[in-house]
């Protein structure tokens, strides 16, 4: 390589170019100016000040610790990524706008070939259908794209929106959990879908850039 050469982000660390297409909205890695805008958008609120919906109370830090653990949180993702542990959290753009966030997870990828899913919205961006669709799109990703078997995830009891996007799409009850995130242990429901689960229903195109660039990445 010379002086002369350029390298650009997504040729450095290609997540950075992954892109995951909905009919409304795009999922991908977000760059630290889109973590600004999307610091923005939690702060606006997620969800009322009487509830707790997320298994760690990061919602309801005092600025300027929400912002700096924000940051820290995806900076330590990145980080940390390797094809044995990583999370991948992507950024929810609806017309170019940041609304929420849809996380996912493995660990031993390549031999267990198993993810379990996170997210969150904004307020304003809740109730329009939105937490199904980013939801379908990363398990797209997931089933289709990376040739996962099974899909986990986690919610509240009380946790109804949640609960309802996952029965919606298709996951089947796998037991009952425990979440601490306010010191009080409260319980939770747990969903699993397997690919032939998945595959039993029509389900929405969604198109997916850029992830033959990350396949050893993810370990698959």
Same mark, same amino acid.
């Given at each position: 390589?010379?002086?002369? #050469? ?11 170019? !992954?892109?995951?297409?909905?009919? %409304? ?19 606006? &609120? ?8 997320? *298994? ?19 900076? =330590?993702?990145?980080? =940390? ?13 609806? #017309? ?11 660990? %031993? ?17 809740? *109730? ?10 990363? !398990?797209?990703?997931?089933?289709? *794209? ?8 986690? /919610? ?18 796998? &037991?009952? *959990?425990?979440? /601490? ?19 039993? %229903? ?9 992830? #033959?660039?990350? %396949?050893? !990445?993810?370990?698959?």
């Amino acid at each position: 390589m010379t002086a002369d #050469d350029s390298v650009t982000l997504a040729a450095a660390w290609p997540l950075f170019a !992954l892109r995951i297409r909905s009919e %409304r909205l795009v999922l991908r890695l977000p760059t630290d100016e889109d973590l600004v805008r999307l610091i923005a958008v939690a702060m606006a &609120g997620i969800h009322s000040p009487d509830e707790m919906p997320f *298994g760690i109370a990061w919602s309801t830090l005092p600025s300027p610790a929400f912002e700096r653990g924000f940051l820290q949180h995806h900076w =330590g993702m990145r980080a =940390g990524w390797s094809p044995e542990t990583w999370q991948l959290n992507l950024l929810i753009e609806r #017309d170019g706008e940041p609304i929420g966030s849809q996380s996912v997870h493995a660990e %031993r990828f390549a031999v267990m070939r198993t993810v379990d899913t996170g997210s969150w919205l904004g307020r304003t961006y809740q *109730g329009k259908g939105y937490g199904r669709e980013m939801r379908a799109a990363v !398990l797209a990703l997931a089933f289709d *794209g990376l040739c996962a078997r099974v899909a986990l995830t986690e /919610a509240f009891i009380d946790n109804a929106a949640s609960s309802g996007v996952s029965r919606s799409l298709g996951y089947e009850e796998n &037991g009952r *959990g425990s979440l /601490a995130p306010e010191g009080i242990a409260r319980e939770t429901q747990r969903f699993r879908m397997t690919v032939e689960g998945w595959r039993s %229903r029509p389900r929405s195109p969604v198109t997916i850039e850029g992830l #033959d660039a990350c %396949r050893e !990445l993810f370990g698959a």
